[in-house]
């Protein structure tokens, strides 16, 4: 365990010689060892390298986690051959590297043969649109994986009409399995998030959905909106954090609050929600008795209306629930950030 953001090891991180010599140092305790944390390091494919070797004789280990670092497709393929034969690995994180295309191939075929994998992060990795059409194929007919980030993949305009969205979509109606899945940043836009919805309509096992900075306006608000209304939802987490809502869209997200009963936390700052889409929400949000987590603040423009709404919603629900305070300061009502400590049980971060 030696994070490079730690403060004790921010200016002493890991480079590819520091990975060869504790390779070497521990091959001796290597069967001991179950997880290796050597996130926001300096690693490149020369340290994958040395770690791939070391793998081969960790056979207990179940967690890898190599966020941050300077992994290309060659790294993650040394990588991919090597936990191919894991027979205890149950989380991967590749966050933040290069892997591309080719080393995103190289992981998708390590899932067939890894039946423990739960938690697998592929996020912010330059994939384009095959790198991303194979892993949906893939986890579409895998049924261990429970918790995937493909968030900001490299292709964004590559495709018209976005038909990717059609692959992910088929991904979520088939998988049994999957509990959690961001796809921040994959500029669906409301035609793309249309077709995810759809399919998503026969999937009742979904717990988590990040849809966050996609550009997402009124249309998709509906379809979204749609999915929340259903009897077999059992979503409880939604970030749409980032998008382009406006007043319509909360209004539509609001009518759809009143009558879920699944979802228990909600970011929708960042929308360019007005007084009018604010001061419905809150009307909504009055009769649902079910969501323990909202947060609004940022980007979002509260009125004397919407404020007021909101200063009497703060005397039936249970404090933290939201992300700022209202308060009567000279006859008029004022807002306040507030850092309530809301944890992320209800998103993909750790």
Known sequence: NIKGNDKYNFHERVTDEHMELIADTLKGVAESITCVDLRYNLLTDKGAKALAEFLKIAKNVTTVN???????????????????????????????????????????ELIFYNAKLKHLDLGNNDIKYDGIIALANVVASNFTIEVLNMENPSFLFFSVGQEWATHIGKMLANNIGLQKI??????LRCDGLYTIMEHLLENNKLKVLDLSSNEISVEGCV?????????????EGLQIANNKAGDLGAKTIGQALAVNKSLCYLDFTYNNILDDGLSRLAESLDINGKLQVLKLYGHNFFGQESMGLFFKLQEKKPKGWVDFVVCVVDDHYDLGYVDTGINHTWTLQE
């Open 223 to 235: 379809a979204i909106g749609k999915y929340l209304r259903q009897e077999g939802c059992v979503l």
């Open 66 to 108: 190599l966020l941050g670092n300077s992994i290309s497709s060659q790294g993650a393929e040394e990588l991919a051959a090597v936990l191919k034969g894991s027979e205890n690995l149950n989380y991967l994180n590749l966050n933040g590297n290069s892997i591309g295309t080719d080393g995103c191939i190289a992981i998708t």
């Open 182 to 187: 961001s796809l921040r940043k994959h500029k």
